[in-house]
């Protein structure tokens, strides 16, 4: 394993000492520790297979805490539990494979998937000629004529590629299609999986981030021909949410590490957590984390109550919105603590070069306004539960409802939607935020956000609220015990 500040980053051995292929990666036993803990706490593939009530809640709540220890062992986990609908469009891939990944046992190593007692789940899509533009991909699948495909081309990005399957976008004859791909065959041979190269990232070093070449490797088709990006839209949506969760974590984290320190430091005679400005950024800093927490648990509720319609939406708009604001509660926390901060031993380094990483990984910021756009044009139904969620929040706070009205009308404006993208997906975010705080959020944290992020109240960087907010209790709120 090699190091990189104050992470073991993962080792690729593409050949044995004979010169055979191997195509493996090699992790730190803490990865794997961390791996084994949340796989039996049931934050991969586990809530699709239970009957608990909430079941998807109390995973979020989980992936939330735990994504605060070390993020990067998050992406399979997240895989993983994002995989399981859209592999249950073919029940006789589903019946080989489900029980593994919604098993709590971790299961490391290639080997034949009934052969294990837990699976992983990976995803490539992503080509260096396409990007974002999936549809440009050229990966080719080939029938072989006994239901399986044989697959050739480069995916120039592969999350997690000692995972037991993956799905991949090719085209084949009758148009882009979503094929399984198993590192194992069932007879117990390795699929050509060939790895290149481990990716050299910002963040995220933890996790292993290939490209693979593959070679008349095999796949099974998933979903339709000429549907792979339906089909695999599924899985991106279900990992959009958990992006939308780790964001959260990583503000919570921040904040923690900032209220920590300004609890204990003393400077100019008081407590940091005492002094009018600093108590202003934490305060401030506290409503955005609670903001975002708030939201990525009411979208984890849409899961568990089936709300397709809201969840289309609110989605998109918290994936853009939340993984956004991200870096900048990072980059404000680690100024709380000053130089103690910007040294890796205060673990702050660490947060923010993973920071960006939700805000790119499933759709950088114009892909996920745009798709914003896309539905607000052609599926009405998803912007009437949308609004129909932000106007449970009506009557609460005048400054809501004045956003809110002012989003209605933007809604009904078609014009330049383009353009006005980012602005209006914004908007969205923020009115969904208020609403679910003037709801679920004590008083002084609603009327906090309200005059600040509705009512304008508020200046172009953190730590500018306006002097009625009660900055003491909303700080109080979030001090560590």
């Known amino acids: 394993m090699g190091c990189r500040g104050d992470t073991v980053v993962p080792v690729l051995r593409t050949h044995d000492r004979y010169g055979n292929r191997l195509d493996e990666v090699e992790f730190h036993p803490s990865w794997h520790s961390l791996m084994r803990t949340a796989v039996a706490a049931g934050l991969a593939g586990a809530p ?60 490391p190593g290639l080997r034949p998937a009934p052969t294990k007692s837990g699976l992983l789940a990976g995803m490539g899509m992503t080509e260096k000629q396409g990007g974002s533009d999936v549809r440009a991909t050229t990966t080719q699948a080939v029938p072989a004529g006994d ?22 976008l090719a085209q084949a004859p009758g148009g882009l299609t979503c094929l399984l791909v ?13 790895l290149q190269r481990l990716k050299d990232k910002l963040g995220n070093r933890s996790n292993a981030s290939g490209e693979v070449e593959f070679d008349d ?10 549907r792979g990006v339906a089909t695999i839209i599924e899985m991106v949506n279900m990992t959009r949410l958990d992006c ?28 940091l957590v005492d002094a009018p400005a600093m108590a202003n950024v934490l305060a401030d800093l506290a409503i955005e984390s609670e903001a975002a927490t708030t939201l990525m648990l009411r979208l984890a509720a849409a899961q568990d109550a089936g709300e397709s319609a809201f ?68 599926e009405p139904e998803a912007v009437w539960a949308f609004l129909a969620e932000v106007r449970l929040g009506a009557g609460a706070d005048d400054r809501l409802d004045a956003t809110i009205k002012r989003l209605t009308q933007e809604l009904h404006d078609r014009s330049d939607l383009q353009e006005r993208a980012r602005r209006l997906t914004e908007l969205m975010a923020v009115v969904l935020q208020g609403s679910l705080l ?22 172009h960087v953190f730590g500018t609220l306006p002097s009625t907010v009660d900055t003491a209790a909303i700080v109080e709120r979030v001090r560590p015990r």
């Not at 986990?77 to 919604?102: D, H, N, Q």
């Not at 198993?182 to 050509?192: F, S």
Request: charged share 20%; with cysteine; aromatic share 10%.
């Open 48 to 107: 699709w297979a239970s009957a608990v009530d909430g079941a998807h809640v109390r995973r979020a709540a989980g992936f939330y805490v735990w994504s605060q220890v070390e993020a990067g062992h998050g992406c399979p986990i997240s895989m993983t539990y994002s995989v399981v609908p859209a592999l249950r469009r073919m029940p006789e891939l589903a019946a080989v494979y489900e029980a593994g990944l919604t098993s709590t046992s971790y299961d």
């Open 147 to 168: 239901g399986s495909y044989r697959l050739s081309g480069h995916k120039w990005f592969c999350s997690a590629p000692m995972c037991d399957l993956f799905l991949v």
């Open 182 to 194: 198993p590192r194992v065959l069932p007879d117990g041979t390795r699929n050509p999986f060939l």
């Open 217 to 226: 490797t095999v796949g099974w088709l998933v979903g339709e021909e000429g």
């Open 244 to 271: 939308i969760i780790g964001s959260a974590a990583a503000m919570r984290a921040a904040l923690e590490q900032a209220v920590h320190h300004a609890t204990y430091r003393r400077a100019f005679g008081t407590r």
């Open 311 to 378: 969840k289309r939406l609110a989605l998109a708009v918290g994936k853009f919105w939340v993984c956004k604001r991200t870096a900048a509660v990072v980059a404000e926390a680690l100024e709380c603590l000053g130089g103690n901060g910007y040294v890796e031993d205060s673990g702050l380094p660490r947060l923010y070069r993973e920071a960006p990483l939700n805000s790119i990984w499933e759709g950088s910021g114009n892909v996920i306004a745009l798709d914003v756009v896309r539905a607000l044009t052609r």
């Open 438 to 459: 003037v709801r679920f959020a004590p008083p002084h944290v609603a009327d906090a956000f309200c005059a600040s992020r509705c009512d304008g109240d508020w200046g």
